[in-house]
């Protein structure tokens, strides 16, 4: 099982970037995957988290209106645009997995996601410059 993330880099404030999340080695429709984050000093937070199987998506109140989660079935690659970037969104960002597809997302990561979501990429550095 494997997953990896991509398309981190520099950005402005008020700028965009996409992050990409791709998985191998598991049942991608299956899985619900999701996108955290950890700025220097910080703990790790949360930021989306999407339902492969169903399409239910969740947002931390922080990004919400500003990102949005998506997957492609095809591509087994779950994406997070993230738009009207703040400085405070610099952080590397991470994605995880686990078989909880047909789980409500918003139970799993409004909760206790590390229960749940247990295989990690390697992150991916968004920087956002004032």
């Known amino acids: 099982v494997q997953l990896v993330e991509s398309g981190g880099g520099l950005a402005q404030t008020g700028g965009s970037l996409r992050l990409s999340c791709s998985g191998s080695?598991?049942?991608?429709?299956?899985?619900?995957i999701g996108w955290f984050r950890q700025a220097p000093g910080q703990e790790r937070e949360v930021v989306s988290c999407?339902?492969?199987?169903?399409?239910?998506?969740f947002y931390a109140d922080s990004v919400q209106g500003r990102f949005t989660i998506s997957s492609d079935d095809a591509k087994e690659t779950v994406y997070l645009q993230l738009q009207d970037l703040k400085p405070e969104d610099t952080a590397v960002y991470y994605c995880?997995?686990?078989?909880?597809?047909?789980?409500?997302?918003?139970?799993?990561?409004?909760?206790?996601?590390?229960?749940?979501?247990?295989?990690w990429g390697q992150g991916t550095l968004v920087t956002v410059s004032a």
């Open positions: 080695g598991f049942a991608f429709r299956d899985a619900a």
């Open positions: 999407v339902s492969v199987s169903h399409g239910g998506t």
């Open positions: 995880a997995t686990g078989p909880f597809g047909w789980y409500d997302v918003s139970s799993i990561c409004g909760g206790t996601p590390d229960r749940y979501l247990t295989v």
